[in-house]
């Protein structure tokens, strides 16, 4: 069974900076892409970025020079640097992994972001 748990979320101020990651842990024999989507309230969930092991990145162009995606397919984890926080950022942030041709989520973490 895979799982993937986040942390790092919270409450900042517009400007700074905050740091998700997700590690994933279980039985995985190949990760094909890991990344995150955020889902603010109202919206549908969307992509924030993700890498796929063929070595792209896409991000979203909202946050495109704002956020970076940090992977480690060997230690299942992924990370996002997020710099430059604005309160249109605000969402609950998930992160995701596909792997073994199906698509894993975690939980969900929260990160909030005030004017």
């Known amino acids: 069974q895979v799982r993937l748990v986040e942390s790092g979320g919270g409450l900042v101020q517009a400007g700074e900076s905050l740091t998700l990651s997700c590690a994933a842990s279980?039985?995985?024999?190949?990760?094909?892409?890991m990344g995150w989507y955020r889902q603010a309230p109202g919206k549908q969930r969307e992509l924030v970025a993700r890498?796929?092991?063929?070595?792209?990145?896409n991000y979203a162009n909202s946050v495109k020079g704002r956020f970076t995606i940090a992977r480690n397919n060997a230690k299942k984890t992924v990370d996002l640097q997020m710099y430059s926080l604005k309160p249109e950022d605000t969402a609950v942030y998930y992160c995701?992994?596909?792997?073994?041709?199906?698509?894993?989520w975690g939980q969900g973490t929260q990160v909030t972001v005030s004017s």
């Open positions: 279980g039985s995985i024999f190949a990760i094909n892409a």
């Open positions: 995701y992994v596909q792997a073994d041709l199906r698509d894993y």
């Open positions: 890498g796929r092991s063929g070595g792209s990145t």
